[in-house]
């Protein structure tokens, strides 16, 4: 009876291991279809009256290899690397070139929900300062 009771202790521990992310599913040109600031809603893609109109050119391009693109709401491109942290939560942006304000040339953000290769969410782990120090999460969408 022990031995079963170990069995089913070791199944249930593996089946609560993160799920990895592979980085082929998210290896996409993404642009916003929402974003939040400190948990309201700025930019909705196709809404003229969003708060926050300048989303329409964030772009986030992870197609080449480990190398990231990233536009956010003022337009100002960052050529940087990209990886998925060891937990498969965390998307890590980092050796930005130039350097985001008030950083060290890195922006990380949690994956809020499993990525697909129809949609990516994700939520700054840290405040952005061109949004006036909020937390920003994020609907993208493929390109």
């Given at each position: ?54 989303y ?15 536009m956010d709401v ?5 050529v940087g ?9 965390r ?12 950083s ?7 994956l ?11 939520k ?11 937390i ?8």
């Open positions: 009876m022990r031995i079963y009771v170990y069995i089913l202790f070791v199944i249930m521990l593996a089946a609560c291991q993160p799920k990895k992310v592979e980085p082929a599913a998210i290896n996409i040109v993404w642009k916003a279809k929402s974003v939040k600031q400190n948990g309201v809603v700025v930019y909705t893609e196709g809404n003229s009256g969003s708060a926050q109109p300048g329409a050119r964030f772009r986030l391009d992870l197609t080449a290899g480990d190398q990231a693109t990233f003022d337009g100002r491109k960052l690397i990209w990886s998925l942290s060891t937990d498969n939560n998307l890590i942006l980092e050796k930005l070139s130039p350097p985001p304000s008030g060290s040339g890195n922006i990380e953000f949690y809020t929900t499993a990525p697909t290769r129809e949609q990516l969410m994700l700054r782990t840290n405040e952005s300062r061109k949004t006036g120090n909020s920003n999460e994020y609907e993208l969408v493929p390109e």
